[in-house]
């Protein structure tokens, strides 16, 4: 079996190109190859024969090339490491060059089309799946027959591979094929073969089993996220159309959460949150036990920027109640970087009561309200509305400094 392509590849551009490049070369090839092949098979009627004559040349080079794969391993582009790429190209490169290349008798075998046809078909998954990746747009089913085709296509090709090699070894010993190589050796070729007939299922079977461990961490997480993308249309049936039920989660801290993750996944499902978190805003914001759901609405706003003007209108009036709230306080905080909401926030400041503005700038959280108010008054220029407030809280200035309000005690007392 191959080697796997992380997620976590080279993030160079030019090495994203290169591989998709070089992946989408090998998945034409080995795609020609297969065409080659049942071509032939139809012409011929027959697998005897005409599988290697139709696309031996073809597979033999581009499985050579392949040693790239192990550069590519070696000098770290893709992190699959070298070990198992060379061991997975040096034993086929060995396979359909050293022996079905120079052992005219085996090239009839039909478990030698079988073979190829396994290998043009692993490659014509393996390949696309690479070089999608390389996008970061490999579709799931793709990543599905990835990681479960080769269950059944790499044992056949297992098999038409060591029964090559067996019907290979006579006319391997009749002629003493590669004698010059191997005389520096205190073996012959034969006696090599031998060997790697007894060894091959056993690294095989490592290279196998951990495709095993791939295919559970690959799909699992192609799962997740595949599921998590069918989960999105759940808001639009029973969320987003019952404003009652949507309350109800909204109330409850894991639902609220599970809400909060769905942001951001589309445009469409945004849109969705949007119309029901609005139509309900101001329940969510002042209910007594939706603070999660106050948390909800401020992600909400914090998401979309038109929304200022309608979420004035319907917070009108309660902005000093919902200072004196944790998620609230965020929520008015949001409202007073707009000039034009934020000039409708500090008058209904104004307009309450001296105690009242008081007990809020030194609430735990609306002093960082008042705070943030006076702010933003000056740096608007709103002299106006920043003396306002500084009339307003200057009689409780020594009240501020032993407080939560000692932030904006020094601002009063910079006016001094």
Same mark, same amino acid.
């Given at each position: 079996?191959?080697?796997?392509?992380?997620?976590?590849?080279?993030?160079?551009?030019?090495?994203?190109?290169?591989?998709?490049?070089?992946?989408?070369?090998?998945?034409?090839?080995?795609? +020609?190859?297969?065409?080659?092949? &049942?071509?032939?098979?139809?012409?011929?009627?027959?697998?005897?024969?005409?599988?290697?004559?139709?696309?031996?040349? %073809?597979?033999?080079?581009?499985?050579?090339?392949?040693?790239?794969? #192990?550069?590519?391993?070696?000098?770290?582009? &893709?992190?699959?490491?070298?070990?198992?790429?060379?061991?997975?190209?040096?034993?086929?490169?060995?396979?359909?060059?050293?022996?079905?290349?120079?052992?005219?008798?085996?090239?009839?075998?039909?478990?030698?089309?079988?073979?190829?046809?396994?290998?043009?078909?692993?490659?014509?998954?393996?390949?696309?799946?690479?070089?999608?990746?390389?996008?970061?747009?490999?579709?799931?089913?793709?990543?599905?027959?990835?990681?479960?085709?080769?269950? +059944?296509?790499?044992?056949?090709?297992?098999?038409?591979?060591?029964?090559?090699?067996?019907?290979? %070894?006579?006319? &391997?010993?009749?002629?003493?094929?590669?004698?010059?190589?191997?005389?520096?050796?205190?073996?012959?070729?034969?006696?090599?073969?031998?060997?790697?007939?007894?060894?091959?299922?056993?690294?095989? /079977?490592?290279?196998?089993?951990?495709?095993?461990?791939?295919?559970?961490?690959?799909?699992?997480?192609?799962?997740?996220?595949?599921?998590?993308?069918?989960?999105?249309?759940?808001?639009?049936?029973?969320?987003?159309?019952?404003?009652?039920?949507?309350? $109800?989660?909204?109330?409850?801290?894991?639902?609220?959460?599970?809400?909060?993750?769905?942001?951001?996944?589309?445009?469409? #499902?945004?849109?969705?949150?949007?119309?029901?978190?609005?139509?309900?805003?101001?329940?969510?914001?002042?209910?007594?036990?939706?603070?999660?759901?106050? /948390?909800?609405?401020?992600?909400?706003?914090?998401?979309?920027?038109?929304?200022?003007? /309608?979420?004035?209108?319907? %917070?009108?009036?309660?902005?000093?109640?919902?200072?004196? $709230?944790?998620?609230?306080?965020? +929520?008015?905080?949001?409202?007073?970087?707009? !000039?034009?909401?934020?000039?409708? #926030?500090?008058?209904?400041?104004?307009?309450?009561?001296?105690?009242?503005?008081?007990?809020?700038?030194?609430? !735990?959280?609306?002093?960082?309200?008042?705070?943030?108010?006076?702010?933003?008054?000056? !740096? =608007?220029?709103?002299?106006?509305?920043?003396?306002?407030?500084?009339?307003?809280? =200057?009689?409780?200035?020594?009240?501020?400094?032993?407080?939560?309000?000692?932030?904006?005690?020094?601002?009063?007392?910079?006016?001094?």
């Amino acid at each position: 079996p191959p080697p796997d392509y992380e997620s976590k590849m080279s993030s160079s551009p030019f090495v994203k190109s290169y591989l998709f490049a070089y992946n989408f070369l090998q998945a034409s090839s080995w795609t +020609i190859s297969l065409l080659s092949i &049942v071509s032939s098979v139809l012409s011929n009627k027959t697998i005897i024969g005409g599988a290697y004559s139709a696309a031996g040349y %073809l597979i033999s080079v581009m499985q050579t090339v392949a040693v790239l794969e #192990v550069l590519h391993g070696a000098i770290g582009i &893709v992190p699959s490491g070298f070990l198992s790429p060379l061991m997975q190209w040096s034993g086929r490169t060995h396979f359909i060059l050293a022996i079905v290349g120079q052992i005219n008798e085996v090239q009839d075998s039909p478990w030698l089309a079988i073979t190829l046809v396994g290998w043009c078909i692993g490659e014509m998954i393996r390949y696309p799946h690479y070089a999608l990746t390389c996008l970061g747009r490999c579709p799931y089913w793709l990543t599905y027959l990835r990681y479960t085709g080769f269950i +059944i296509i790499y044992p056949t090709g297992l098999v038409g591979e060591l029964l090559i090699m067996y019907k290979a %070894l006579p006319h &391997v010993k009749e002629r003493n094929l590669y004698a010059n190589f191997f005389s520096v050796f205190p073996f012959s070729y034969y006696q090599f073969l031998w060997a790697v007939l007894l060894v091959y299922p056993f690294l095989w /079977l490592k290279l196998y089993l951990q495709l095993f461990k791939q295919r559970k961490s690959k799909l699992g997480k192609a799962e997740k996220h595949h599921g998590k993308r069918k989960r999105m249309t759940f808001p639009r049936a029973s969320v987003i159309s019952d404003s009652d039920y949507f309350m $109800k989660v909204v109330r409850n801290k894991y639902r609220s959460r599970r809400l909060q993750k769905l942001f951001g996944i589309s445009d469409d #499902v945004d849109a969705f949150f949007y119309a029901a978190i609005l139509r309900r805003f101001f329940h969510i914001i002042t209910d007594n036990y939706a603070s999660y759901g106050t /948390l909800l609405s401020n992600t909400c706003l914090n998401c979309m920027t038109c929304v200022a003007g /309608l979420t004035l209108l319907l %917070l009108r009036g309660h902005c000093v109640d919902l200072s004196f $709230k944790k998620y609230g306080s965020y +929520i008015v905080e949001k409202l007073l970087e707009a !000039e034009e909401s934020m000039a409708v #926030v500090v008058l209904e400041f104004l307009e309450c009561g001296g105690d009242g503005l008081m007990r809020l700038a030194r609430n !735990e959280f609306g002093n960082f309200v008042v705070f943030k108010a006076m702010r933003v008054t000056q !740096e =608007m220029s709103r002299v106006d509305l920043f003396w306002g407030l500084v009339h307003k809280l =200057m009689p409780f200035l020594d009240l501020l400094r032993r407080s939560h309000g000692s932030n904006i005690a020094n601002i009063l007392e910079s006016t001094i």
